[in-house]
């Protein structure tokens, strides 16, 4: 794209220059890098000494640029570089981010802000009042576009495997939003009962807040929304689809893998029958889970999710054939078998009866065909979850000993530490460094194992170190029943002489499309993966209907992405550049005492109420900002939010360059005896100007502390301009005309308040100043001559300003006041001066403004020829001066371009 | 929580508004209140509070009584 000219900057410099331009016949093209041109102007309440509205005078000029034929305005973009072409043209490198919103379809309504669930400080306002994630800028903004502020995915949501929103339902949950909470889940994964009692919670560990003083709880706040909604829906509110497929889709396992491709696939009206083997559905939900930690009514309720969609599940049904279904006219099978063995030792006497792999041992006693041990002595072998589980299972069954029999120290079991705590509260023996060497029997059953003590000796392939046997160290116990539960083996034993089996025993699947070695044949789950989460299954069999439904549909399975999500935000930023974070303690889970717990099989954790679920979600840090609730798609009545909108990178050439980025405001904190940041009614002069404009931020012009209408009020001008201890000697031209515009304006809307102005001196150098100045006195402004050197909190929010009374000659004085307004002065915008690169050097003045080489007598000319500068960018200005500049820059650029044309 | 102190960060106050919307319309309901009165019911700082009913009022969820402020310099409002 080539334009005569680059304009960056959108406030009233860039505006007027690309206008002029414009106006001249030269295409200009002006890159802004917030949300809507204006700049700071439009953001002011009346320009000094006229007292004209800025909207009313920067509004007719934002719309004159939008919709000038020969101005093209790039918004929420910014300069990635600009170099020098050798025929003394430019090129520059745009990055234009994404808004997620559809500027064509969008129409300024704000439904999308009125439903957004983050509330984050709003900039447009300098901080005194929130905005949302989802928000346009301000009620003038050009063009008047929402935005939905996203910094990444908040890590909880950018590492679940099945793509669910968690920061999305924490978010609606801490806005007591519960069904809609549930329904954004029911988006990504149909399990959520299952979920909120059994999963891992990678969301958790990836919490921000995990690196304070602990994770936010997502998976008891997850159960809180899920007993909320099921408590009143025994029943799923939908059915089937209205527009059916007449494709068919067998599905082998009902598992967590085979009921997400299930549900999935369903909401798009295919017909899909699943196979069980078992006599129940639910896969390792129903028979390996035991009901302490997941009750089996909640399965079935999950279960209800997805056979609402008009979904068939055959039971009892062990498919051991691809080509069998195929046969039965399925045109497509999703095998996901799980991982229901378990890997032998292949030590003497495994055989025996009262031998047990821990999967067997499981589901007898899920489904009550073990049900007490009352008296027993059991052993069960392995240090992962699948060892913990058996163990407390036996424990509840009456078991007189549990033992826990784990190789290694407790240091390097699998199991999650406070499972196996759980365990040993409830009464296992947990017996490291020992392992069975044989199991002993009498009569053909199992009556003791003989077993080896273990030390460890060097890191093997896992890192662990390997255990050694001791010799010598051989002892046997009395055992009744063992249970072996050393690792979950896929049952893909079927399939082996159809499809390709990897060496551990897995399906060797595309590992994007899950798809097999038979085109039609898809598979996932623990029988891709190996053992795994609850929730990873349930990621792959969504993964396996995405793209089983472009198989189906005769679309390309190649280089189409699934899942595609944001880069993960940056934690570090979120902690250390979002201000202060109070340490809020986790809800402790409220559990009965173990010895209470272990004699019965009722769930163990209990729900949280909802204030605790409410104060957890809370605990939120809205890590990515938009926490993908995905209300704001709900709300759009114009369906203008897309999620999947990219940012683009723009390469542009323009015969000449204009910078017009403006200024900088002093940050206040700085002076520190001042008290700004740490007393509510201390104030910035353009945070005074969004107090007084017609589109403020309050109610009315009300002091920050308590809302209470001010009456006597205080300006400390050069707060931060005229000021070696700050680095800026120099003054900024306008606060003093702006303190006095403020004061007017106050006396305005506040006829009885008494105003202050401590100055320096009156720097009332331009037209109508001098006059506007008196006039302020007249009004019965009290102008005091005299530095202030702190300000102090008295009662009731009111403060105390030291000063020295100059020409009254009263030395260090006090006064009360319940508001301060701090007059910040200007300092130059330094991004401007990293634009340019390839040798080309935007030179800077003394101050860091960009430097104008012959101000005098060549304007707005930089060191790089061809490049001018416009308005605040190379000194402060007002705003007469800034648009005066600005046509002097235009006419500068036009006469450049006009020499470059003729010369090619 | 030390009055007329900000001992909090600011976005922390502002992410508290969702969590605090239903706890002022409660206070609300009934009869109008100034924002020390909504504070002293809530058993949180004024200036944090500024932040909350602002963004409401902003919202269109509550609204002032009147057009000018009480005797004292503080508006009542009510849930819209």
Not at chain 1, 43 to 53: A, G, M, N, R, W
Not at chain 1, 300 to 323: C, F, P, Q, W, Y
Request: charged fraction near 25%; proline fraction near 5%; include cysteine.
């Amino acid at each position: 794209m080539n334009y005569d000219v680059l304009i960056v900057g959108g406030g009233i410099a860039g505006m007027e220059s690309a206008l002029t331009l414009g106006d001249m016949g030269l295409k200009a093209l002006l890159i802004e890098k917030e949300p809507s041109i204006g700049g700071k102007m439009v953001l002011l309440s009346k320009v000094f000494p006229t007292l004209d509205c800025a909207s009313c005078i920067s509004t007719p000029k934002m719309a004159s640029t939008i919709h000038h034929p020969n101005v093209t305005i790039m918004t929420s973009s910014e300069i990635r570089k600009i170099a020098k072409n050798g025929d003394g043209a430019f090129k520059a490198l745009i990055n234009r981010k994404s808004t997620y919103v559809d500027n064509n379809a969008c129409t300024g309504c704000g439904e999308c802000e009125a439903a957004c669930t983050v509330a984050l400080p709003d900039r447009f306002n300098f901080g005194m009042v929130a905005h949302r994630a989802a928000y346009i800028p301000f009620p003038q903004a050009v063009p008047k576009k929402a935005v939905i502020n996203r910094q990444g995915q908040s890590p909880c949501s950018n590492v679940c495997p099945a793509g669910v929103k968690a920061h999305g339902y924490v978010s609606l949950v801490r806005s007591g939003r519960y069904d809609e909470a549930f329904h954004l889940h029911m988006e990504d994964a149909p399990l959520p009962g299952s979920l909120s009692r059994a999963c891992y919670a990678p969301c958790e560990n990836a919490c921000t807040r995990s690196d304070l003083e602990g994770s936010v709880d997502i998976r008891r706040i997850k159960r809180f929304m899920v007993d909320h909604y099921y408590s009143a829906h025994s029943e799923p509110e939908y059915g089937t689809p209205e527009k059916l497929s007449d494709k068919r889709i067998a599905i082998v396992g009902s598992g967590p893998a085979g009921l997400s491709a299930a549900y999935h696939l369903g909401r798009k009206g295919y017909h899909i029958k699943i196979f069980e083997r078992e006599e129940q559905a639910g896969g390792m939900l129903r028979y390996a889970i035991p009901a302490y930690r997941l009750p089996k009514d909640i399965v079935d309720r999950d279960i209800k999710n997805i056979t609402a969609l008009g979904v068939e599940i055959e039971t009892n049904t062990n498919i051991t054939s691809v080509a069998s279904l195929k046969e039965q006219g399925f045109d497509t099978v999703f095998l996901a078998v799980g991982t229901y063995e378990t890997w032998k030792m292949n030590l003497p006497g495994e055989d025996l009866d009262g031998v047990m792999d821990c999967m067997g041992f499981l589901s007898k006693a899920n489904t009550g065909k073990i049900s007490d041990l009352s008296g027993k002595t059991v052993v069960v072998v392995g240090g992962g979850n699948s060892a913990i589980d058996p163990a407390r299972l036996a424990l509840r069954m009456g078991a007189e000993k549990v033992i826990i029999l784990y190789r290694r120290t407790r240091k390097e079991m699998p199991a999650h530490e406070w499972e196996i705590q759980a365990a040993i509260d409830e009464g296992a023996d947990l017996m490291i460094l020992k392992t069975p060497r044989r199991f002993i029997g009498s009569n053909g059953r199992l009556v003791k194992v003989e077993v080896l003590r273990m030390e460890l000796g060097e890191p093997d392939d896992s890192g662990r170190r390997r255990p050694v046997p001791v010799k010598g160290s051989e002892h046997s116990i009395d055992v009744d029943l063992a249970v072996l539960a050393i690792g979950l083996r896929p049952s893909t034993d079927s399939f082996t002489d159809q499809l390709k089996i990897n060496r551990n025993e897995t399906f060797r699947v595309n590992p994007e499309t899950l798809e097999t070695n038979i085109p039609s044949v898809f598979a996932g789950g623990d029988g891709v993966t190996g053992p795994a989460m609850i929730v990873d299954a349930i990621g792959q069999g969504k993964r396996a209907a995405f793209y089983i439904n472009r198989y189906l549909q005769g679309e390309s399975l190649d280089n189409i992405e699934f899942d595609s999500r944001l880069s993960i935000a940056d934690k570090y930023d979120v902690l250390s550049n979002r201000g202060a974070i109070s340490k809020r303690m986790q809800i402790v889970a409220v559990e009965p005492p173990p010895s209470q717990r272990v004699k019965t099989s009722e769930e163990v954790e209990k729900c949280m109420t909802e204030e605790e679920a409410r104060y957890s979600a809370n605990r939120c840090l809205d890590c990515g900002n938009c926490s993908e609730c995905g209300e704001c798609i709900k709300a759009c009545p114009a369906d203008a939010v897309h999620f999947d909108m990219q940012p683009e990178e723009i390469e542009i050439e323009a015969d000449s360059v204009i910078v017009s980025t403006g200024f900088k405001l002093f940050d206040a904190h700085l002076k520190t005896n001042y008290g700004y940041g740490k007393y509510p009614n201390v104030v910035t002069a353009m945070q005074m100007d969004r107090l007084v404009s017609p589109t403020k931020p309050f109610n009315r012009t009300l002091r920050p502390s308590d809302g209470k209408a001010p009456d006597n009020i205080a300006f400390v001008l050069c707060t931060g301009s005229r000021d070696c201890t700050i680095d800026n000697p120099i003054c900024s031209r306008v606060c003093c005309m702006y303190s006095i515009k403020q004061a007017e304006l106050i006396m305005g809307a506040l006829p009885l308040a008494d105003i202050t102005i401590y100055y320096i001196d009156i720097r009332a150098f331009g037209k109508g100043y001098e006059e506007f100045y008196k006039q302020a006195k007249e009004m019965g402004v009290y102008f005091v001559k005299g530095r202030v050197a702190k300000i102090e909190l008295v009662e009731d929010g009111n403060l105390s300003v030291f000063y020295e009374d100059i020409d009254g000659g009263s030395g260090p004085q006090q006064m009360e006041h319940d508001l301060v307004v701090l007059s910040v002065g200007l300092l130059p915008n330094m991004d401007a001066l990293h634009l340019f690169n390839n040798g080309d050097r935007l030179e800077a003045d003394a101050y860091s403004y960009v430097k104008e080489i012959n101000e005098d007598i060549d304007p707005t000319r930089t060191s790089i020829d061809g490049v001018f500068a416009a308005g605040t960018t190379s000194a402060a200005r007002d705003i007469p001066d800034s648009i005066l500049h600005a046509g002097a820059a235009a006419a500068q650029a036009a006469g450049y371009i006009h020499q470059l044309k003729a010369s090619r | 929580m030390m009055e007329g102190v900000i001992d909090r960060g600011i976005a922390e106050i502002i992410r508290d508004e969702m969590i605090m919307h239903d706890k002022i319309i409660s206070i609300l309901k009934d009869d109008p209140k100034t924002i020390p009165e909504i504070a002293e019911a809530l058993g949180y700082p004024s200036h944090e509070v500024v932040y909350w009913v602002m963004a409401m009022w902003r919202y269109g969820k509550i609204e002032e009584t009147t057009a000018k402020p009480n005797a004292d310099g503080y508006f009542m409002y009510k849930v819209k």
